[in-house]
Structure formats: C-alpha cells, structure tokens
C-alpha cells in the first residue's frame, strides 16, 4: 500500500483533510491534492499517480468528464480512478461505471471501504493470473460484448491482468452474433445494457439459436433492477458481477466457470 502514489481531487478542504488522514492510517504517505479537473490533469502530466480519488462535483467539471478526459489520454488511460461521492442517480453514475473503476465510495465513508477500494485497486494494478486445473490461461479465447469502448478496454486490461491474451471484441449483442458464428470461445463477457441487441437477448441467442450454446457467459453490468437480472440468470447466465468489480470476483468466476465445464 504504501508504494502507491495518490491523487487526490477534492474541492473541500476539510474533505480533503479527512481523506487525507484516512489514507495515511491505511499507510499511504505519497499523494498530491488538486482543487479542480484542470489542475488535476495538468499534475497527473506531470507526475502520473496510480491511482485518482476524486469527488464527483468540481468547480470546472465533473468526476465523469475528468475520468473521461482521462480514458481518452494514451499517458493517463490506464490510471486507476475511485470515486467517492453522495450522488446516487444512474444517469451521474453510470458513465464512470462504464469508464472502468475500481471502486465507488459513498460519502460518507467507512474506512474499511476505503481499505477494500484500495486493495481492490493494488489486485488490478498487479494482478494475479487466474489458477485453472487442465487450462492455461494464455490459451483460453474471450469474446467482450459491451458498447462502451471505455468498458471494454477495462474488461479486457483485466483479463490480460489475469493472463489471458487471446480476446475478441464486439461493440453489442448484434455485432456478436456472427462473431461468435464465425469462431469459438472459451467464454464470453457481456454487458447488459446495449443498444440492438441486449444482454439478456444474446444470451438467449447463445443458450438457444447458437453453435455454442453450452459457453459459460459472465455478464458484467451496472443494471439494476432486480427483475431484469433474474431473467438473466433464468436465461442462463453462467454468472453476474457488477460494474466497477472486484477482481478477485472475476478471477474466482471465472475459474469457477472454466472448472465447472
């Protein structure tokens, strides 16, 4: 813990003092403070953090168009980003969700939160590889379904994390299908919410219209409601994480996924 290097982005001063003093308890000595987006990344060109802790409400931006602006930098894409915040509303939420986060803290916050955000963030900056019995997995084939570019480069810096290489991209649920047509997979990545064709539609597809019906399907997703999730695990989902996950989650499904073949 005490090698990562923090920036925080915080407006309130007694916010930022409070955090502060959270983050050295847990053993992190090395951070900045920036007061607004602008200022952050002009430091982050200067000296890149591991990790970003912003609120989501600055003075010239918001959370989601910092970690955006972010994502959209070659130098800062893969940065680390944890959001901590009161706001609770999907439309505010959901766009840093789909950015790749590693943890979403409310406001206030408990320091075992911060603590489980914060490991959460060292498992993804050095992952360990996924342990499978009979597989390798380097040759495993994964096939990402998810309209967020943002998204899928997260899901996809995970797996890699986790050693596996060989990965396919689809944009949504229509795109996939003659994809997953044309070649086979190990398994398959979806989001939920997409546009043409959903989660739950192709993974109906899959269990009943495909080649492959038998593939484990892992979907992770920011949905919600609770109904539309129990369809997708009635539709035959092989499991469900939420957005932004933690990687030992990941890492456990999909051993679990692979093992139970």
Known sequence: MSDLFVLLVEP???????????????????????????????SMITNTPDLVIS??????????????????????????????????????????????VTAILPKPFESDQLKRGLFNTLDIINPKAVELDEYS?????????????????????????????????????ASAV????????????????????????????????SNQRSIPVLMVTSEGNQGNLAAVEQAGVSGICDKPFELDTVREMVHKMMTDI
């Open 12 to 42: 309130s001063k007694s916010q930022a003092k409070f955090i502060h003093k959270e983050l050295k308890e847990v053993g992190i000595t090395r951070f900045n403070v920036a007061l607004d987006g602008d200022s952050a990344l002009t």
């Open 55 to 100: 609120s989501m409400y600055l003075p010239d931006m918001t959370a989601s168009d910092l970690v955006h602006q972010m994502r959209d930098d070659e130098d800062l894409r893969d940065v680390a980003f944890m959001l901590i915040s009161s706001e609770t509303g999907f439309d505010a939420i959901d766009p840093i969700r789909q950015a790749g």
């Open 137 to 173: 997995a380097e040759d495993l084939r994964v096939l990402i379904v998810d309209d967020s570019k943002m998204a899928r480069n997260h899901i996809k810096r995970v797996l890699k994390g986790l050693g596996i290489e060989n990965i396919t991209e689809a944009d949504d649920g």
């Open 178 to 209: 003659p994809v997953l047509d044309a070649q086979f997979f190990d398994f398959v990545v979806t989001d939920y919410n997409m546009p043409k064709m959903d989660g739950k539609a192709l993974l109906e597809h899959i269990r009943n219209k």
